[in-house]
């Protein structure tokens, strides 16, 4: 079966692609997994989230509210707020996923993580076909959940059993940013968008203490995309 599927071209390449992806959600959804258990949250509820929810950070952050039994509104609030960089990662991706349409085009949508943008960002599917394209974009958003979920149930499966302390293994999330941002940056020339946004974020973490830095950092640079790219089409 395995032979059989790598045997065709998109699923090799998306799968091909979503190796480093593999690594990191593996990891951090076992992270997620030790979690639930400490949180006593059932094996088949830990998977439902990775499924309907996957979220990454957010899982983690509502573990914590569910223990604290926080009201939905608050929880649908504030998930909002941690989530509202996907608008950003949305825009950027408007013109590739104007090819799909239906549930692939929901499913899409749904599935864009930051690590799935950021592996776009490296247009691994410059040379496929159109319709090679579209099935490009589901069959590596759907192997990247896997990997979560797959890490979900090993993790919660083995927080059954694991006595000795796990401290910071949610720090698996931060590590696979590291890896992505370092491949993007071998892979390209041009460095100023990631040391532009490197400067702002450093500038809104020193005035701001870090409160919501992530929401600021990328709410300055999309205000920064549009006026850069607006005065670019007016020159040219």
């Known amino acids: 079966l395995v032979n059989s599927i790598m045997s065709n071209k998109v699923t090799k390449q998306a799968i091909i692609s979503s190796v480093p992806i593999f690594f990191g959600y593996v990891g951090a959804g076992f992270a997620f997994g030790i979690l639930a258990k400490k949180y006593d949250i059932s094996l088949i509820h830990s ?5 309907f929810i996957y979220a ?31 608008v950003a990662y949305g825009i950027a991706m408007l013109d590739r996923y104007k090819i799909m349409t239906g549930l692939s085009k929901i499913y899409a949508i749904f599935s864009l993580t930051d690590e799935t943008f950021a592996v776009l ?22 192997a990247n959940q896997m990997y979560w979920i797959l890490g979900t149930i090993v993790g919660r499966v083995a927080g059954s059993y694991i006595t000795f302390s796990l401290k910071g293994v949610e720090f698996a999330l931060v590590a696979l940013f590291t890896i992505i941002f370092i491949e993007q940056w071998k892979n390209n020339t041009d460095h100023k968008p990631a040391i532009l946004g490197f400067i702002i ?5 020193i005035f701001n203490q870090g409160s919501n830095m992530i929401t600021i950092s990328i709410a300055i640079l999309l205000l920064i995309s549009i006026v850069t790219k607006k005065r670019t089409n007016h020159y040219s």
């Open 47 to 51: 998977i439902m989230m990775s499924i």
């Open 56 to 86: 990454g950070g957010m899982q983690y952050i509502a573990l914590e509210f569910f223990s604290k039994q926080i009201d939905l509104l608050s929880l649908f609030l504030i998930a909002i707020f941690v989530n509202i960089r996907h």
């Open 121 to 142: 960002q490296g247009n691994p599917e410059k040379n496929l076909s159109e319709k090679e394209k579209k099935s490009f974009y589901i069959i590596l958003s759907f």
């Open 201 to 205: 974020a450093a500038v809104v973490v």
